[in-house]
């Protein structure tokens, strides 16, 4: 059973930054992809970033673009989204997700992409 594990939320003054962690289990193969999303209140879900596992592929929103960077440890088995520069519209419940992807193209941004989700961890960004 495929379980994410998120944790590094919490509060920061605008321009500061956060780290998050997804720590991943479950997968018996590489050929999945974790996205990150963010959810602010009274707000739809948007996909923030994503990574092919496999390939170390990158994705990012535009307006993240240059200020957060996804990566992995695959001997953690671990997914990080580093969050420099923050802003107060940053502020949202961050979730992980997971999706197997396999080799096909993806729309990395679509919810509908990931079958397994983490609980979220709040990121506030207030001075």
């Known amino acids: 059973q495929v379980q994410l594990v998120e944790s590094g939320g919490g509060l920061v003054h605008p321009g500061g930054s956060l780290r998050l962690s997804c720590v991943v289990s479950?997968?018996?193969?590489?050929?999945?992809?974790i996205g990150w999303f963010r959810q602010a209140p009274g707000k739809e879900r948007e996909g923030v970033s994503a990574?092919?596992?496999?390939?170390?592929?990158?994705y990012y929103a535009n307006s993240v673009t240059g200020r957060f960077t996804i990566s992995r440890d695959n001997a953690k088995n671990t997914v990080y989204l580093q969050m420099n520069s923050l802003k107060p519209e940053d502020t949202a419940v961050y979730y992980c997700?997971?999706?197997?992807?396999?080799?096909?193209?993806?729309?990395?941004?679509?919810?509908?992409?990931?079958?397994?989700w983490g609980q979220g961890t709040q990121v506030t960004v207030s001075s």
């Open positions: 990574i092919r596992i496999s390939h170390g592929i990158t």
């Open positions: 997700a997971a999706g197997e992807w396999m080799d096909r193209h993806v729309y990395w941004n679509h919810e509908s992409e990931y079958d397994y």
């Open positions: 479950g997968f018996t193969h590489d050929y999945y992809g």
